[in-house]
């Protein structure tokens, strides 16, 4: 493939500064949901059918949208590790909110930009400045004046949104230095095909384990779906698509420790 195939696409930092904020705010809305709705629902089951929702929309928008654009991402290598590190920090986040206060998930989760602005300073040696140190640490002291979380409250459940952070933060600078150039809606694709592998593969597991698998923080038995479920199933998947596309577009159009910093506006 020739390089003005993969050409990177050139920084536009006040677009990628609304994507962010509107990705944030669409997605702390879909974490406010699975935190008081379904949260009971096995993550294996949950992640499995919502890609199972948003896979038809993806395929739909870019046949209709891009159709000069293959489904296949220029680098599916890439691609690939950046979906899996995303969704691994989804899924521990997704794990501790039934056991963290959402304040207290919250927190610890949002030493997300810290750790961007740390890989990319040291890992990809990208420029920061005294501005955007300031502005991380102004934005991660605000979050925790105004959560307030408690030092007795830490506890292994409250590792895992810090462990979800690094991954997450790993996966964004990613998406600058390898994904910078694919399409948001293949890397969204990409995402949601790993999803419905890794769901269904842990969903089978348990179905032939039995009674004997037990239940475990990713796994378990399936729950009976209503209406309600079914809708909020619908619903999510729609966030979880403006989420991944927003994600990408915003860390391909800005440099990573500008727009971590507006990533506190979660």
């Not at 992640?47 to 654009?69: E, G």
């Amino acid at each position: 493939m020739s390089i003005s195939q993969t050409a990177p696409k050139a920084d536009r930092v006040g677009i990628a500064v609304a994507a962010m904020v509107f990705t944030d705010l669409t997605l702390s809305i879909a974490d406010a949901i699975i935190k008081v709705t379904i949260s009971d629902m096995p993550l294996s089951q949950f992640i499995f059918l919502r890609s199972c929702v948003t896979l038809p929309l993806l395929i739909a928008i870019l046949k209709w949208r891009f159709p000069q654009v293959s489904l296949r991402p220029a680098y599916p290598g890439w691609a690939i590790v950046r979906s899996s590190l995303l969704l691994s920090s989804l899924l521990i986040y997704y794990a501790s909110l039934p056991r963290l206060d959402f304040s207290m998930a919250a927190a610890v989760y949002y030493t997300i930009p810290l750790f961007i602005t740390l890989f990319a300073a040291f890992g990809i040696k990208e420029p920061v400045g005294v501005q955007g140190w300031v502005g991380v640490a102004l934005g991660f002291v605000g979050v925790l004046l105004m959560l307030k979380p408690q030092a007795g409250d830490l506890s292994i459940h409250a590792v895992m949104p810090l462990v979800s952070a690094i991954l997450y933060a790993l996966a964004m600078v990613l998406t600058r230095t390898k994904s910078r150039s694919e399409n948001p809606f293949v890397l969204a694709l990409i995402f949601n095909l790993i999803a419905i592998f890794l769901g269904g593969g842990a969903s089978l597991a348990t179905v032939m384990a039995g009674s004997e698998g037990g239940q475990s923080l990713f796994m378990g038995e399936w729950i009976p779906m209503g209406w309600t479920q079914w809708a909020l199933i619908g619903l999510l998947s729609m966030t979880m698509l403006i989420g991944s596309v927003g994600t990408a577009i915003a860390y391909q159009l800005g440099p990573s420790s500008i727009i971590s910093t507006w990533d506190f506006s979660y």
